[in-house]
């Protein structure tokens, strides 16, 4: 499995970004993929997942300004990001695991987002 993240950038507080992840390789239909988020100092944190059958998961600094979605289709999963605020700043990191006897955990390359103040 091969996870591309894409779409971090910089923005002023109060603004938007969409982050896209496109996931390649098998077994992805029934994983669930999120993202988490890193800043500097700071351990790597779940923001979002989503599961095969489309149940949501925020972490609750996000709640109301975060959505993620997914396209099952095109095995790509997708944070709008609303309302941003600085401490919004991190590496974003997309995921996809799997449990059981073809358990998986995989993990993309990270995008960055900074918000100015």
């Known amino acids: 499995v091969q996870l591309q993240a894409s779409g971090g950038g910089l923005v002023r507080a109060g603004g938007s970004l969409r982050l896209s992840c496109a996931a390649s390789?098998?077994?992805?239909?029934?994983?669930?993929m999120g993202w988490y988020r890193q800043a500097p100092g700071n351990a790597r944190a779940l923001v979002a997942e989503i599961t095969s059958g489309g149940l949501t998961n925020y972490v609750d600094s996000v709640k109301g300004r975060f959505a993620i979605s997914r396209d099952y289709a095109q095995n790509t999963v997708f944070l709008q990001m609303s309302s941003l605020k600085p401490e919004d700043t991190a590496v974003y990191f997309c995921?996809?695991?799997?449990?059981?006897?073809?358990?998986?955990?995989?993990w993309g390359q990270g995008t960055l987002v900074t918000v100015s103040s």
């Open positions: 390789g098998s077994g992805l239909s029934s994983s669930v």
């Open positions: 995921n996809a695991k799997r449990w059981g006897v073809f358990s998986f955990d995989y």
